[in-house]
DNA sequence: GTGAAAGCGCTAACAT
DNA sequence: ATGTTAGCGCTTTCAC
């Protein structure tokens, strides 16, 4: 059932019916009432392309991830992430499109979406340090927003981002005010932007406790179980073994602990770790050292507002850039153990 | 750039211009050649919207996810998935849909996608042992194809499935090979189809291997760390505890094992718990009793495999449907610890 | 081999 | 308050 049919239906125009519908303030509340009535008997729906093609909006938000590396979706916050911003979406009539881009496309792949008109804005995931995708947005004139920063970045946009400088040098600097000397870093990759600040936060702390950073406490790689078993069994077999550890995600945590599982090592005693759930409860008895940074709803609540900045950005779309710092939860259990002699 | 300034600026009709750059046999090779330069040139894109308000189709899948219960993206599986999925449709020139479908307002989505025309095909995912979605889609004749299954349904369609059924009977199995009779299972919710059909699994091989099955050393939750720490503890804290332990995800494997830590247990030597990573040789090192699932490149594969389905079902609407299922990879490093004693 | 023209289903400017 | 008409940018008959 089209416009067309519905409307001849009715003995109304098209206008009029499309008028109705669409909640414009000169049709007579009777005709209005009698066209949705009968719209909704027949369960009409306007063309989601004839609607864009005569407005020239596609009614569509594209999120584009970076796919070789698989660090960013693979990152159970994502899921989290991405049914918040589907949320917004759904309440304000929005399509959400996925766009899985492989490295070294990402040109061509941004080109297209803003000439292609699929979508009327864009969130960028995953920004590493040096990010050319942003200078291009601001080149296409798309409206975007950005999930995280890009820290070379010199131009104004708009982002948001969770303070993992704050949250890694809190996280280290409670872990030396434990009396930890030895404090292990099991990073993702350095020149994605949040990894980057997640380990100057570290190296800040470490130097603001007095104690100098070693490399081989310090370990970047791609956010897999295997890389997170690699780096903790490695620090393990070395000469001078890190007491406590501090991982960048959940994933690489499960790796680190199978290696401490491995080598006989509790982590209530001997480490902490960063993890990711909504109810923190069960980290509060007291036996763990635990780190804790994004809650799950806070994540859900970032996607939310990211969602919300985009299609702000489209309504007026040269307001000045806004940014959004979300604060990392950091809720520690002391250790009722015995605290490693560090 | 549009269609009609392109073709001005060459001295040719829209149509010739389209017909040269959609492949159509009869344009001279020398004016292709030349049409394809200059669209290259002038970085030429058609419009989405208006080729699809003309051809009738999106060039778009629908991935429609339940939303409430976060079963289904919160698993770092999903992600694997998609990445699959996204690569088959960047090959195809088709755009990925992502539907985020709050609980309880699935019909009203399906109805809306397949109305609006947004989409051309859908892939169904996270399905229930009851899933009315199954029906509904063929009765609105939109091609789908279900990742997963519904088991009480009748109609045929189209799905690509894990043996679920198959990988904890065998997983259930080994350990009960190993001397093991207390082995208990912590699961995702049942009413999911996987769930359901793991837990069948487990329970056949409990009956193979003459073990009554207890309902004490079964849980059933929604797949989070939290739950997979309750289920555990509470299995620890009980007169008989388990020996063994599957978990559903790698989620509840992680709060189980923070349970387990808690216990003063060890992985290692007293317990099994299902894993997901493409690189194994880190299990093989004879100190884990793992029992291994999905890799990720085999979910990655799922995920492209279901693209091409429904992109099959798009082009012969009424071709019979296909199934394919897919067998868990089942990897097992045998302790070296002594196995507890049953 | 190329072009003119109709039309996909809708919205919006312009009547009335 | 309702209708007429002209597009939106493309594909696709149909004519040449």
Redesign the interface.
């Known amino acids: 059932m089209n416009l067309k049919q519905l409307s001849d239906h009715l003995g109304l125009s098209q206008t009029t019916v499309s008028r109705a519908l669409n909640g414009y303030p000169e049709v007579s509340e009777s005709t209005r009432e009698r066209v949705q009535l009968e719209a909704d008997r027949v369960?009409?729906?306007?063309?989601?392309?004839?609607r864009?093609?005569a407005t020239g909006r596609?009614q569509?938000i594209g999120?584009v991830l970076p796919?070789s590396a698989?660090h960013e979706?693979?990152?159970?916050v994502?899921?989290?992430f991405?049914?918040g911003a589907?949320?917004t979406?759904?309440k304000s009539n929005y399509?959400?499109?996925?766009?899985?881009v492989?490295d070294g496309e990402e040109e061509a792949a941004y080109?297209?979406l803003a000439?292609?008109?699929?979508v009327d804005g864009i969130i960028v995931h995953g920004p590493r340090m040096d990010d050319p995708r942003i200078g291009l947005l601001h080149e296409l004139g798309l409206p975007f927003v950005v999930h995280g920063r890009a820290s070379n970045e010199a131009l104004p946009y708009s982002w948001l981002d969770v303070d993992n400088y704050r949250a890694f040098h809190r996280a280290t600097q409670f872990l030396a005010e434990l009396g930890h000397r030895k404090i292990a870093l099991i990073n993702g990759l350095e020149f994605m932007d949040f990894a980057h600040r997640r380990r100057q936060g570290y190296l800040s702390a470490l130097e603001a406790a007095g104690i100098t950073p070693r490399d081989d406490l310090m370990s970047s790689a791609e956010m897999?179980?295997?890389n997170g078993?690699?780096a903790m069994?490695d620090m393990l077999n070395r000469p001078d073994p890190p007491t406590a550890v501090l991982t960048s995600s959940?994933?690489l945590?499960?790796?680190a602990?199978?290696a401490l599982?491995?080598a006989?090592l509790?982590?209530?005693r001997d480490v902490s770790i960063i993890?990711?759930?909504?109810?923190l409860?069960?980290l509060r008895?007291g036996?763990?050292e635990a780190i804790f940074t994004a809650t799950?709803s806070s994540v859900r609540d970032a996607g939310r507002i990211v969602a919300e900045m985009v299609l702000e950005r489209i309504d007026v779309p040269d307001a000045p850039p806004r940014t959004v710092m979300m604060e990392a939860e950091l809720i520690i259990g002391r250790s009722t153990g015995p605290c490693p002699t560090p």
């Open positions: 369960g009409y729906r306007p063309n989601a392309r004839a864009g093609l596609a569509a999120h796919v698989q979706m693979v990152n159970p994502f899921g989290d991405i049914a589907g949320e979406y759904l399509d959400l499109q996925l766009s899985l492989p080109r297209r000439t292609t008109g699929t897999t179980e295997v078993h690699h069994r959940l994933i945590a499960i790796g602990r199978r599982d491995e006989g509790q982590l209530a993890t990711h759930d909504d109810d409860s069960y008895n036996q763990d799950r």
